[in-house]
């Protein structure tokens, strides 16, 4: 080897070794959820079912899930988030002291009393009661005109 080659080959060697060591990248931030759509919802955006006889309406937000009937007081619980199979997804939590599993599912759903029409089809065992009704993302229904 050339002396010359030697020396500039020892030179980069000291500097490589007196410099600082690679800067670490910062951990990534966190990332979306990963995608979970039904029949077209994104069920990681707010989601409203609803039903008839009796009345009741169950909202699925990120981090809960409420109940509302006609009768009695408003449930809260946290929501775990769905379980997707296929072309159904289930929440399994409890709201008040109360279990509850919600069951969405890939059909399209008519609440029986409008002319409105749903993306999903929900069934929610709340405790003993079943109940049946339908499901969108609330700013879908939000945006409908009342029927």
Avoid: H
Avoid at 49 to 60: D, N, R
Avoid at 86 to 107: F, H, M, N, Q, W
């Amino acid at each position: 080897m050339r002396p010359i080659a030697a020396a500039v080959i020892l030179a980069f060697a000291a500097l490589a070794a007196c410099s600082e060591p690679a800067s670490q990248p910062a951990s990534a931030p966190a990332s979306a959820p990963a995608p979970a759509v039904l029949a077209g919802v994104d069920l990681n955006q707010p989601i409203r079912a609803l039903g008839t006889e009796p009345f009741w309406g169950i909202s699925i937000t990120a981090s809960s899930i409420g109940y509302t009937a006609l009768e009695g007081e408003p449930l809260l619980g946290p929501n775990p988030g769905p379980t997707l199979q296929g072309t159904t997804a289930t929440y399994a939590s409890t709201v008040g002291d109360r279990p509850v599993e919600i069951t969405l599912i890939a059909t399209e759903c008519s609440d029986g009393m409008s002319d409105r029409t749903y993306p999903l089809t929900a069934m929610v065992k709340l405790g003993g009661e079943t109940l049946n009704g339908c499901a969108g993302s609330r700013a879908a229904l939000e945006a409908q005109p009342p029927a």
